[in-house]
């Protein structure tokens, strides 16, 4: 088993930035990629970023990219999503996840085993 808690999460006004902090605990060692997820009200969990703990390699949804930077802390198990230049349209709980998906399913939530219990970002116009 995996345990993920998420952190960070808030209200923060359009242009802003907020970093997410997703720790993970137990059986790490079991899947080789990290990744965050969101789902707005009335919508599908969407792929934001992710990243494999062994070389880092990263992968972002393009409404995201050049805003939102994934990283990790190996030694500490922790993930982190730094999100820049915040757009309403970013409102959503963001999870993490941890699992092994194959390269073709980064972006799909069935390619996770586990997930943290979620973190709301709010983004106001």
């Known amino acids: 088993q995996v345990q993920l808690v998420e952190s960070g999460g808030g209200l923060v006004q359009a242009g802003g930035s907020l970093r997410l902090s997703c720790a993970a605990a137990?059986?790490?060692?079991?899947?080789?990629?990290m990744g965050w997820f969101r789902q707005a009200p009335g919508k599908e969990r969407e792929f934001v970023a992710s990243i494999t703990w062994n070389v880092g390699a990263t992968y972002y949804a393009d409404s995201v990219k050049g805003r939102f930077t994934i990283s990790r802390d190996n030694a500490k198990n922790t993930v982190y999503l730094q999100m820049g230049n915040l757009k309403p349209e970013d409102t959503a709980i963001y999870y993490c996840?941890?699992?092994?998906?194959?390269?073709?399913?980064?972006?799909?939530?069935?390619?996770?085993?586990?997930w943290g219990q979620g973190t709301q970002v709010t983004v106001s116009s």
């Open positions: 996840a941890t699992g092994s998906p194959p390269r073709l399913r980064l972006g799909l939530p069935r390619g996770y085993d586990y």
């Open positions: 137990g059986r790490t060692f079991s899947t080789n990629v």
